[in-house]
């Protein structure tokens, strides 16, 4: 498995998602917290068809993160992609980490 290295961990704020281009199509790349733990799924809101999912809030539902939608508010499983409320629309999920202060994504 081969990662691309996306930004510096410092370039997400703690709470917030960014989109990154991720060999050809968009990822939103999430920073649920101060440290180092990031997730990285499909930026693409299944039910509206636009980019616009690293924009979501951060949840947390049963001990799990997830990210609602800022269109139609459904949830995607920041680890999985799963869409909490119909799995029909679920979102690809992508192997993330930090490595030296950088964010890799897997490509």
Known sequence: MSFEKICK??????????????AGQ??????PSADEKVF???NTDPFAQSNVLSRGLIVEHKDELWVASPLK????NLSTGVCMEDERFNVK????RVVKGAVEVSA
């Open 73 to 76: 508010k459904q949830r995607f």
């Open 26 to 31: 968009q990822v939103a790349l999430f920073r």
């Open 93 to 96: 999920s992508f192997k993330a």
């Open 40 to 42: 990285a799924i499909s």
């Open 9 to 22: 961990i410092d370039d997400i704020v703690p709470g917030t998602g960014v989109c990154a281009l991720v």
